[in-house]
């Protein structure tokens, strides 16, 4: 590559910090005539230096934007100031082969003696370009799907009001009509048909019991969050006193570790932890010596909650099956249930950022820990 070979004032003075700029440099004289250029924009533009030197800077713009140019450069002559060129405006330089590429421009003006100059830094901005313009149409794709999905929000909302109404009547019927079957006409049956209707009403009840909980892991999936500080052994105690009212005979040794600050929606998180010891309730209650407890340990990403029983526990070889809806490890028969309460769970700990995961093993308990991402911690 030779070296600046134009003679002007401008050589020796400017000729290493030029060759050392990273991007396309052209000093230009009052005229608009390149007076010196870089090694640069040899490289960008294709042209050999002394191709450029002492020709119009208009010679590196496309052909359609030359006019234009010319009232410009006059314009930034009569108010020279360092500045951005057309801010706001798609600027395009043009190859020596024709080719055109986006570029951005820097102009500052010099003055050497009594001669005046514009400096210009010029940028090649093809990757940026297409960077923005990828990122443009993700944008756009993004709000196509956030469309669509508020479409579809709208026709879940319109099915869950269908299976409110729709299907909770005819199952209430099914299992009241039943009801007054069994009490009104017992006589009338024998021991296998009260027997079959008892499974008509169990079988009502465990559809309207599903029902609900399908509903809840709709609400959960759609609820905005509103996060705040709260202690987490509050709506815990809260969750097991609301078990113990529910089954006054059980004796179940609870301990739940206090304070357990943490921030995030108190009613979702009070959903959470119904479901976490609601089973760790329900999969204790054949053990004489029933345990829960629920405390906290750090870790490098924030603190883990954790909710521990000594019940039936489970095998850790189907412990990719536990947050699936509709995912049972044991028989209906000794644990009801529906399936869809550690699907709930962990929909509200991913949509506070955190994961939850579970350790195990048959007839040893479990322990369930959670994290709550950037927002369970203050």
């Known amino acids: 590559m030779s070296s600046v070979t134009a003679a002007t004032p401008l050589d020796e003075r400017f000729r290493s910090v030029l060759e050392a700029a990273p991007d396309a440099v052209v000093i230009a004289d009052a005229g608009g005539r390149m007076v010196l250029v870089n090694a640069q924009t040899e490289a960008l533009f294709g042209y050999r230096r002394e191709e450029m030197l002492g020709e119009p800077v208009e010679m590196l713009l496309p052909e359609r934007l030359r006019p234009g140019h010319t009232g410009l450069r006059r314009g930034y002559a009569a108010a020279p100031r360092p500045r951005p060129m057309g801010s706001g405006l798609d600027l395009f330089g043009r190859r020596r082969d024709g ?21 210009s830094d010029i940028r090649d901005i093809t990757e940026q370009r ?35 109404h729709d299907l909770r009547a005819p199952l209430r019927a099914i299992d009241g009509f039943s009801q007054i079957l069994l009490k009104d006409n017992a006589a009338q049956l024998d021991e296998a048909g009260q027997d079959r209707l008892g499974r008509v009403r169990r079988a009502a009840q465990h559809m309207g019991a ?29 969750s097991v006193e609301t078990l113990r009212r529910q089954e006054p005979d059980r004796r179940v040794e609870v301990d739940i570790a206090a304070p357990l600050p943490a921030r995030g929606d108190p009613k979702l998180l009070r959903i959470a932890l119904d479901n976490l010891l609601g089973n760790a309730w329900k999969f204790t209650g054949r053990r004489a010596d029933a345990r829960i407890e629920m405390g906290v340990a750090p870790s490098p990403q924030g603190p883990v909650f954790h909710v521990r029983d000594n019940g039936a526990g489970f095998d850790m070889a189907y412990a990719d099956k536990l947050f699936g809806a509709f995912q049972r490890l044991h ?48």
């Not at 149409?137 to 409110?164: C, G, K, M, T």
């Not at 909980?213 to 999936?221: A, G, Q, Y």
């Open 99 to 119: 080719s055109e590429f986006p570029v951005s421009i820097s102009l500052s003006p010099l003055v050497v003696g009594e001669a005046r100059y514009v400096f």
């Open 210 to 238: 599903l029902i609900d909980d399908l509903l809840k892991l709709s609400r959960v999936s759609r609820a905005e969050l509103s996060f705040q500080p709260l202690d987490l052994a509050d709506l815990a105690r809260e």
């Open 130 to 164: 297409e960077a923005r313009q990828r990122i443009q149409d993700l944008n756009d794709s993004l709000a196509r799907r956030n469309a669509e999905l508020a479409i579809l929000n709208q026709e879940l909302e319109a099915f869950s009001y269908s299976v409110s």
């Open 331 to 378: 028989d209906a028969g000794q644990f009801p249930g529906t399936g869809i309460g550690l699907a709930t769970v962990q929909r509200i700990v991913h949509k506070h950022g955190g994961r939850i995961w579970a350790e195990s093993a048959p007839e040893a308990g479990a322990t369930f820990r959670f994290s709550l991402g950037g927002a369970g911690h203050d």
